[in-house]
């Protein structure tokens, strides 16, 4: 498994580098100081599984680095790292794609269950999101998204294709494709492939043959 941790500071990218070791014995933790560092490091490692991602950082911040690593490596799950607990910039870069955000006052527990769960194909929202605002009308972010990669697992389901056969487009694993249909199908709350497909149909996706 090989993760990228973008952090402007040493230190901080130390410390989670030792925390994500815990996830297991042969983790690659990469690093990077800048946005332009990552896309660097993002280029030139195609195996990567993950990027925690700093949201401020002195080239540029979270949402803007979100839209090009989403142009670039629309597949790769991106999740954000904040000093600050701001409920409308854990909206916004959701919204954006990001398929988690975690503050940096989080215990070492609460990051590594945010990286099991985005790897195995959900988003992670934080605890400040899990208490409905009433005076919020919006559907929440875990019902009104599904990652960049789920969307495009999702695409190759309604061209009809295998799970065989969107593993070798995606170049990943047939096991990463069941995972992520899985979690399409706790997303659409449906039993099977087909009422996904229908489900998806009725809001609007398209298959990628026709997009």
Avoid: W
């Avoid at 991106?78 to 503050?103: C, D, E, K, P, Y």
Wanted: proline share 4%; net charge negative; charged share 20%.
């Amino acid at each position: 498994m090989k993760i990228l941790v973008v952090d402007d500071h040493a230190l901080v990218r130390e410390g989670l580098r030792q925390v994500l070791k815990g996830l297991e014995d042969h983790l690659d933790v990469l690093q990077a100081g800048t946005c332009e560092q990552a896309f660097s490091v993002a280029q030139a490692h195609g195996d990567l599984d993950l990027v925690l991602l700093d949201y401020h950082l002195p080239d540029m911040n979270g949402l803007e680095a979100l839209s090009v690593f989403g142009d670039r490596h629309p597949e790769l799950p991106v999740v954000l790292l904040s000093g600050s607990a701001n409920v409308q910039i854990m909206r916004q870069v959701l919204q954006a794609g990001a398929a988690g955000f975690v503050t940096k006052a989080c215990v070492s527990d609460e990051l590594l269950r945010a990286v099991r769960s985005v790897l195995n194909g959900d988003i992670y929202l934080p605890q400040e999101l899990h208490t409905p605002n009433p005076s919020d009308t919006h559907t929440s972010p875990s019902k009104q998204m599904l990652t960049q990669r789920q969307e495009l697992v999702l695409s190759c389901l309604l061209d009809g294709l295998s799970n065989r056969e969107i593993a070798d487009q995606l170049h990943v694993s047939e096991e990463t494709i069941k995972t992520h249909v899985a979690a399409i199908l706790r997303h659409f709350d449906v039993q099977n492939r087909t009422q996904a497909v229908v489900a998806a149909t009725r809001i609007g996706y398209r298959p990628l043959s026709t997009q």
